[in-house]
């Protein structure tokens, strides 16, 4: 019997060995390969992960794009608005409209002397637009009033306190 359960476990890995009945990976020993792969080879490793070889390094090939989630160019001008790179206005313009500040305001202004009705159209959209957030923001906001008030509906802690604040503390003697 063993003295730990670590060495218990090593015992029974050991005798697992020897019956055979092991099924995890075993190596060995280890031999380096002289595989030498050229630019532009590709290959898929014992654990199903796709490589590639370049100039002077290898790289994993994975389901994700090699330039991220987002694509984070503007519109006009092709400037980067990513996170890191632009300036803070220009991540708010680009989250809104998909432009970075600078181009935006050109895009409008050039809405507004083509045509006055393409520029209020385009602003009463942005407005509708808006409208529509709000009135996702108030619902959620009265959905979760509703599930506060499930859980303690007689909750008059507020009611009470404006009650007591208003009461006053002096009490009045009748002298007479």
Known sequence: MARSEKLEKNLSKVQSYIDGTYEGKTQVGYSPTDEVRKVGDKWTDSDGYEWEQKEGFRVKNSVMPAVGMFNHQCKSCNKNCSPKMAKPWD?????????????????????????????????????????????????????????????????????????????????????Q
């Not at 979760?144 to 859980?151: A, I, L, S, V």
């Open 91 to 175: 991540r708010d313009c680009f989250k809104a409209d998909g432009r970075c500040y600078h181009c935006q305001i050109n895009y409008e202004m050039d809405l507004k002397f083509e045509s006055k009705l393409k520029w209020f159209a385009y602003r009463r959209l942005k407005d509708l637009q808006n409208m529509e957030s709000i009135e996702k923001d108030m619902e959620q906001w009265v959905d979760e009033m509703t599930e506060q008030r499930k859980q303690n509906p007689f909750d008059e802690t507020v009611a009470n306190a404006m009650a007591n604040g208003e009461v006053e503390m002096s009490i009045k003697n009748n002298t």
